[in-house]
């Protein structure tokens, strides 16, 4: 059975999109039909597009003469920030992402991280299993969180017990801590005893652009006295669920795609779910290639 969060983690068309360039790297992906509104900056972008047809040589590259983080950073902001005007980037954070191709790769430039779906830039994400396993016969659980309704993104989806972007300036681990009281109010000592599973990659199509995206993942152990308690305000609800309950959410489209992913990374790892349940799985674990 192929679950919709594993078709949609690569429900992505390169054809309907121009491949974004600094120099020699693509850095990113820009649907068509936004094309014409950086064709505005003709200062800014080089495009060159003939079409759906085209071959490797219709893309949308920065100008050369931007050939430093700081210059390239300020170009797009000014570009960025008159888009976002208009209402063409939604969801204004007022956090800074990196250009980067690789997680630790030195930043190529620094954006407002609502544009990076707008430009189909690489971004880093951390989301975390909240597990509560009792003594048996008892069945383990899981905490689940339902996302605030005024959410740019997935507004009242259910979503791991914690999750969260990885901003410039900020390591896994060190976001990890942050998010984890943030969302759930898990203290710093609790948090440092998570522990890595899998990288999940994604690569689809939004309505505010292209999600391309690397998750760590990671599993906490909780108390079972522990109650999570939001506190910034992006939570509506946590709910400790059972896995069947946990599974069927995800069969039934109700949590993200970046969750229900997360989630059967824990699920096949401690096989609480068969792998078979879950054909094409594997490939999310990997890099697209494109």
């Not at 299993?129 to 899981?142: M, R, T």
């Not at 992006?234 to 709910?239: D, F, K, L, Q, T």
């Not at 094409?280 to 697209?288: D, K, L, Q, V």
């Amino acid at each position: 059975m192929t679950l919709p969060c594993i078709t949609d983690a690569r429900r992505f068309d390169a054809s309907a999109h121009l491949p974004f360039y600094f120099g020699d790297e693509r850095v990113g992906w820009i649907r068509r039909g936004d094309v014409a509104l950086l064709a505005r900056w003709p200062d800014v972008f080089e495009i060159a597009d003939a079409g759906e047809s085209a071959g490797k040589s219709a893309r949308v590259a920065l100008a050369a003469k931007f050939d430093n983080v700081t210059a390239r950073s300020a170009a797009l902001g000014a570009v960025i920030g008159a888009l976002a005007a208009e209402g063409r980037i939604p969801g204004w954070r007022d956090e800074t992402y990196a250009i980067r191709n690789t997680f630790n790769a030195p930043p190529l430039a620094f954006i407002e991280r609502a544009a990076s779906r707008f430009f189909g830039t690489m971004t880093y994400a951390v989301h975390l299993n909240g597990v509560v396993e009792y003594a048996a016969p008892a069945a383990p659980q899981l905490w689940i969180a339902r996302r605030s309704d005024t959410k740019a993104t997935d507004p009242g989806m259910l979503d791991n017990v914690v999750a969260g972007g990885i901003g410039w300036g900020f390591g896994v681990e060190a976001t990890l801590a942050k998010e984890c009281w943030e969302e759930a109010g898990i203290a710093a000592e609790l948090a440092a005893r998570a522990l890595p599973g899998r990288t999940v990659h994604v690569l689809q199509s939004l309505p505010e652009g292209t999600q391309a995206e690397q998750i760590f993942v990671y599993d906490l152990a909780l108390p079972a006295d522990f109650v999570p308690h939001n506190q910034d305000g992006e939570v509506g609800e946590h709910r400790l669920a059972r896995i069947d309950e946990a599974a069927r959410w995800i069969e039934e489209g109700k949590m993200t795609v970046d969750a229900s992913l997360a989630t059967l990374d824990l699920l096949l790892r401690r096989q609480w779910i068969d792998e078979d349940a879950c054909e094409g799985i594997a490939a999310i674990f990997e890099p697209p290639t494109l």
